[in-house]
Antibody, heavy 124, light 110 residues
Framework: EVQLLESGGGLVQPGGSLRLSCAAS????????VSWVRQAPGKGLEWVSA????????YYADSVKGRFTISRDNSKNTLYLQMNSLRAEDTALYYC?????????????????WGQGTTVTVSS | QSVPTQPPSASGTPGQRVTISCSGRSSNVGSNNVFWYQQLPGTAPKLLIY???QRPSGVPDRFSGSKSGTSASLAISGLRSEDEADYYC???????????FGGGTKLTVL
């Protein structure tokens, strides 16, 4: 079964840091780009960041650029999101989602598998 | 506003046909594929329509998508109670080099 499992969420003070992980199984992780998408309580979906299959290309929403870093370890089938300088507005449920396959450009394929999300709360 | 615009709410009775619009810009909807996601209450989003009008396997043909210029639409025919959910359009934005999601439409089945 194709699956994504996020972890690492929690309560953190403003200005603090947190690292999210997303463990993939059931597919060849290294053949797919992956994205992080978040959803603030009661709000809509907001794309956060994406990384190519090889990890050589990364993309960020303006709202997190310079504060968040996406990375992946294909040997461990795991995606990461390092979040620094956290703000109250970063409070959300963070999903990882399987994106474009190798050879397809981001934007052509869509996010066809999603995890269940991990909750990040930024509050003093 | 660079994100696509969707009506915040839509409604219909069982058996009816409803449409949800998604109005974007030339940098996103106008020049790239549109995708639709369904989010049932308390669950993760699910890909409903890809590349404007394609349905993943398992998605009923009651769901259909279309695109023209900088606008796209999701149509749901034969409305059922289990279709009550939030629906989001999305497209890659070439100017932002990232995905943009519409604000979402909450569909109520009366």
């Amino acid at each position: 079964e194709v699956q994504l499992l996020e972890s690492g969420g929690g309560l953190v003070q403003p200005g603090g840091s947190l690292r999210l992980s997303c463990a993939a199984s059931g597919f060849t992780f290294s053949n797919y780009a992956v994205s992080w998408v978040r959803q603030a309580p009661g709000k809509g979906l907001e794309w956060v960041s994406a990384i190519s299959a090889s990890g050589g290309s990364t993309y960020y929403a303006d709202s997190v650029k310079g504060r968040f870093t996406i990375s992946r370890d294909n040997s461990k089938n795991t995606l990461y999101l390092q979040m620094n300088s956290l703000r109250a507005e970063d409070t959300a449920l963070y999903y990882c989602a399987k994106d474009a396959p190798l050879g397809q450009w981001l934007g052509s394929y869509g996010m066809d598998v999603w995890g269940q999300g991990t909750t990040v709360t930024v509050s003093s | 506003q660079s994100v696509p615009t969707q009506p915040p709410s839509a409604s219909g009775t069982p058996g009816q046909r409803v449409t949800i619009s998604c109005s974007g810009r030339s940098s996103n909807v106008g020049s790239n594929n549109v995708f639709w996601y369904q989010q049932l209450p308390g669950t993760a989003p699910k890909l409903l329509i890809y590349r404007n009008d394609q349905r993943p396997s398992g998605v009923p043909d009651r769901f259909s998508g279309s695109k023209s210029g900088t606008s796209a639409s999701l149509a749901i025919s034969g409305l059922r109670s289990e279709d009550e959910a939030d629906y989001y359009c999305a497209a890659w934005d070439g100017s932002l080099s990232g995905w943009v999601f519409g604000g979402g439409t909450k569909l109520t089945v009366l």
